[in-house]
């Protein structure tokens, strides 16, 4: 038998009153989408995706309708760096597209970070440090103002080095492991960041308050970000991102109901590919928002060719799930009332949350090719 009783509930739920979010029923607007694939979607693979395969891989999202992509993590990764600096010198980054590069809050990587985006037209800077009680007391023995002073001194640094390099920037702090942090404690130190980042309503902030570790149920995690919503300063200034992982196998939930309490933007991947068990999948995401007469401005209208572009970059295959061979049915073996209804119906829509595309011939997804 397994003992369970050396685990319990590592989280902090916020005080009764933070679940106006409940009353709505269904998201009725798409976030802002970013893509992280080319950093938290890279570095979970066997095989990491080459410079050329990245430069694909991102042409790929811009069809897709990303306008925010994280480009990588240029300070800790030469083939990062070439990567970032492969887009910016040769212009390829569309004008409504702005890149994301990631940095911690230490001195030397924020200022490798500005070298690798200088010149960029738009960039998010993405600066972080870990405000969790278990990151605190086990990794850097440091008390709260301590870690809190990590976070502001990366802040003044950032904001320093944006006034001295070339380049159109924006910013985003995450308070990571987030889910880990008493949510109090949280807000304080994402306040104290933008009291030195001064945001303003043509000039917002991203605050990202990532499940860096899936650790409750989706509903205590939403009732979190509405309480952010709530105590966050400079409010109209303020883009709350949310960037779920998939740990405990709700990572889609965790988005929906965050966007529900007060969430602007989703931080994802295709697919759900990511570190770990996996970040939030993207697809799903607004293949749920679609089903839902939502226009998720994502594009995945052509799947076979997003399935061979993946699987050939990423040498992952989630596409095969899609393309299930139709079996025969074993004598005697009733059909279920939603298969019957499913293939009985012809005027009416099928009882299904969305129509499959109508096909003129057999076309295999995982491959990207249609056979006549």
Same mark, same amino acid.
């Given at each position: 038998?397994?003992?369970?009783?050396?685990?319990?509930?590592?989280?902090?739920?916020?005080?009764?009153?933070?679940?106006?979010?409940?009353?709505?029923?269904?998201? @009725?607007?798409?976030?802002?989408?970013?893509?992280?694939?080319?950093?938290?979607?890279?570095?979970?693979? *066997? $095989?990491?995706?080459?410079?050329?395969?990245?430069?694909?891989?991102?042409?790929?999202?811009?069809?897709?309708?990303?306008? @925010?992509?994280?480009?990588? /993590?240029?300070?800790?990764?030469?083939?990062?760096?070439?990567?970032?600096?492969?887009?910016?010198?040769?212009?390829?980054?569309?004008?409504?597209?702005? $890149?994301?590069?990631?940095?911690?809050?230490?001195?030397?990587?924020?200022?490798?970070?500005?070298? +690798?985006?200088?010149?960029?037209?738009?960039?998010?800077?993405?600066?972080?440090?870990?405000?969790?009680?278990?990151?605190? @007391?086990?990794? /850097?023995?440091?008390?709260? @103002?301590?870690?809190?002073?990590?976070?502001?001194?990366?802040?003044?640094? $950032?904001?320093?080095?944006?006034?001295?390099?070339?380049?159109?920037?924006?910013?985003?702090?995450? &308070?990571?492991?987030?889910?880990?942090?008493?949510?109090?404690?949280?807000?304080?130190?994402?306040?104290?960041?933008?009291?030195?980042?001064?945001?303003?309503?043509?000039?917002?902030?991203?605050?990202?308050?990532?499940?860096?570790?899936?650790?409750?149920?989706?509903?205590?995690? +939403?009732?979190? *970000?509405?309480?952010?919503?709530?105590?966050?300063?400079?409010?109209?200034?303020? *883009? *709350?991102?949310?960037?779920?992982?998939?740990?405990?196998?709700?990572?889609?939930?965790?988005?929906?109901?965050?966007?529900?309490?007060?969430?602007?933007?989703?931080?994802?991947?295709? /697919?759900?590919?990511?570190?770990?068990?996996?970040?939030?999948?993207? $697809?799903?995401?607004?293949?749920?928002?679609?089903?839902?007469?939502?226009?998720?401005?994502?594009? /995945?209208?052509?799947?076979?060719?997003?399935?061979?572009?993946?699987?050939?970059?990423?040498?992952?295959?989630?596409?095969?799930?899609?393309?299930?061979?139709?079996?025969?049915?074993?004598?005697?073996?009733?059909?279920?009332?939603? %298969?019957?209804?499913?293939?009985?119906?012809?005027?009416?829509?099928?009882?299904? &949350?969305?129509?499959?595309?109508?096909? %003129?011939?057999?076309?295999?997804?995982?491959?990207?090719?249609?056979?006549?």
């Amino acid at each position: 038998m397994m003992d369970a009783t050396k685990y319990a509930p590592g989280y902090y739920p916020v005080p009764a009153g933070y679940d106006s979010w409940v009353k709505k029923d269904h998201i @009725e607007q798409a976030p802002a989408w970013c893509s992280v694939d080319l950093r938290d979607g890279n570095q979970a693979l *066997i $095989v990491p995706m080459s410079l050329e395969e990245k430069l694909e891989f991102f042409q790929m999202l811009v069809r897709i309708g990303f306008k @925010e992509i994280e480009v990588g /993590f240029p300070a800790a990764s030469e083939t990062e760096y070439e990567f970032l600096r492969t887009l910016i010198e040769k212009d390829m980054i569309p004008d409504d597209v702005t $890149v994301q590069v990631l940095t911690q809050c230490r001195d030397h990587i924020i200022r490798k970070t500005f070298e +690798a985006v200088k010149g960029a037209p738009r960039a998010v800077i993405h600066f972080y440090n870990s405000t969790s009680v278990a990151q605190r @007391e086990q990794v /850097f023995h440091k008390s709260k @103002e301590e870690i809190k002073q990590i976070a502001t001194d990366g802040a003044k640094l $950032v904001k320093q080095l944006s006034e001295e390099y070339e380049g159109n920037f924006l910013f985003e702090y995450s &308070p990571e492991s987030f889910t880990g942090t008493e949510v109090d404690y949280a807000v304080d130190v994402c306040n104290a960041v933008l009291d030195i980042m001064q945001p303003t309503p043509d000039r917002p902030m991203i605050i990202n308050l990532p499940v860096t570790v899936e650790m409750s149920m989706p509903h205590v995690y +939403a009732n979190q *970000i509405e309480y952010c919503d709530k105590h966050l300063k400079y409010r109209d200034s303020v *883009i *709350i991102s949310t960037h779920p992982h998939n740990d405990r196998g709700t990572g889609v939930a965790c988005a929906e109901l965050a966007v529900l309490a007060g969430a602007q933007r989703v931080e994802c991947c295709l /697919f759900g590919n990511g570190e770990r068990t996996g970040n939030v999948d993207a $697809v799903t995401l607004a293949m749920n928002m679609y089903s839902h007469g939502v226009d998720p401005k994502l594009d /995945f209208s052509d799947m076979p060719d997003i399935c061979a572009t993946y699987e050939r970059v990423t040498r992952m295959w989630p596409c095969r799930r899609m393309r299930r061979p139709r079996q025969r049915r074993p004598a005697g073996r009733s059909r279920g009332s939603g %298969t019957d209804a499913r293939l009985q119906s012809s005027s009416r829509p099928l009882p299904q &949350p969305v129509q499959p595309p109508q096909r %003129t011939g057999t076309e295999s997804v995982s491959a990207g090719r249609r056979h006549p």
